[in-house]
């Protein structure tokens, strides 16, 4: 895992917080579009993650 990975994955987790969802509640609330462990493996850094889907996630 790289330091961007890392600190990319630590500032996805921080926004969700921010925002009271759990990772089954960013599933729910994305009605099944975001999986909670996909979202989970981009927070660890264990999973890249396009600009793409950063896009797309933060709509």
Do not use: C, F, H, P
Not at 31 to 45: D, F, T
């Amino acid at each position: 895992m790289t330091d961007y990975a890392k600190a990319l994955g630590a500032r996805l987790r921080g926004i969700r917080n921010q925002q009271g969802l759990s990772l089954q509640g960013v599933e729910e609330k994305s009605e099944g579009r975001w999986k909670a462990v996909v979202i989970g493996s981009y927070e660890r850094g264990d999973r890249a993650v396009t600009v793409q889907k950063l896009a797309e996630l933060a709509t």
